[in-house]
Nanobody
């Protein structure tokens, strides 16, 4: 089992920044790829970004160049730095753990956090 707890969400104006954190406990953190997904009201959960155990990174086109994912295996934590935020980034953000590959699909993630709300005002 892997337990995931997100933090760092909040309300920010358009153009601002937030950093989300996801603390993991349980089984070996550094053997998992970690991903961030988000879900806005009335929309499906969508892939945002992922980082492999080797620190290779993957981004959705609509966040590329604005968001950065990183991980600190010593702290069992993954981060999502979000810059130049837009109102359309408003959503609940979830971190998740994956040891099956194909990081773009939520079905390949076995463990999920409870989510943290990010609201970007215009």
């Amino acid at each position: 089992q892997v337990q995931l707890v997100e933090s760092g969400g909040g309300l920010v104006q358009a153009g601002g920044s937030l950093r989300l954190s996801c603390a993991a406990s349980g089984r070996t953190f550094n053997s998992y790829a970690m991903g961030w997904f988000r879900q806005a009201p009335g929309k499906e959960r969508e892939f945002v970004t992922a980082i492999g155990w080797s620190r290779s990174t993957y981004y959705a086109d609509n966040v590329k160049g604005r968001f950065t994912i990183s991980r600190d295996n010593a702290k069992n934590t993954v981060y999502l730095q979000m810059n130049s935020l837009k109102p359309e980034d408003t959503a609940v953000y979830y971190c998740a753990a994956n040891n099956r590959g194909d990081y773009y699909y939520a079905r390949n993630y076995d463990y999920w956090g409870q989510g943290t709300q990010v609201t970007v005002s215009s």
